[in-house]
């Protein structure tokens, strides 16, 4: 029944993002290229993540590893902005977003146009829809809860691989979304926005990212090596 939910409300969360589409012009098609790659890079970094999580679960834990904020924040984000960091177009604007305790969608600072805004909205509404499921189930098992949940984190009690799993979703929503700006722009924008190098030849594309940078040595980076 949740999942059901969850479905039909993102139908009509979609549908909005395709009526505010025209917030994105030819100037923020390296904004939502960027965005696209970055994404990709996040989901790749959760899949390695999860897969360290279960062989970690399975050889000692033996049971489902707990989200806590100091493990998400310590373990988990630094490897995952470290491969963001890895695709990141230097030229390209960039803006962040979250979705509070309260589940309102937050901009910690005014994003630099309304693209990258709908484009960070279309990752953080899927977040803040998981979030009003959490805080609904929660607010039924107290009559003291509605009040109390406005300050607690609604992802305590998640496993870690869910709260993965979540953002994986969370950034192909925002990936969807992108390309379907780009589609729209490809066909009335110049072509040279689309044009990239390869094998010595222009070629028109909407969807290209280039290879990824190498990442710090396990000396010099933040996201913490596994053990043994």
């Known amino acids: 029944m949740r999942r059901l939910l969850t479905a039909l409300l993102l139908a009509f969360a979609g549908t909005g993002a395709m009526a505010q589409g025209q917030a994105c012009g030819c100037e923020d098609v390296r904004d939502l290229r960027n965005r696209i790659c970055e994404a990709r890079a996040a989901i790749a970094e959760y899949d390695r993540q999860i897969e360290r999580i279960q062989r970690y679960e399975k050889d000692v834990l033996r049971k489902p590893l707990q989200y806590t904020p100091q493990l998400y924040e310590e373990r988990m984000q630094p490897c995952v902005q470290e491969a963001i960091n890895s695709v990141s177009d230097s030229g390209a604007r960039k803006g962040t977003a979250r979705t509070n305790n309260a589940c309102n969608i937050v901009f910690d600072q005014q994003p630099p146009t309304r693209c990258i805004a709908e484009s960070l909205g279309a990752h953080e509404r899927f977040h803040q829809l998981e979030c009003m499921e959490r805080r609904r189930v929660r607010d039924e098992q107290s009559l003291f809860a509605p009040f109390l949940s406005m300050f607690e984190d609604t992802r305590a009690g998640q496993s870690m691989i869910s709260i993965a799993l979540e953002e994986k979703v969370a950034y192909r929503r925002e990936i ?23 094998r010595g030849r222009r070629e028109f594309t909407i969807d290209y990212c280039a290879p990824a940078r190498p990442r710090p040595k396990p000396e010099e980076s933040a996201c913490p090596q596994p053990r043994g």
């Open 176 to 198: 969807d979304h992108n390309l379907d700006q780009l589609r729209r722009l490809a066909s009335s924008c110049p072509r040279s926005l689309f044009e990239i190098e390869r």
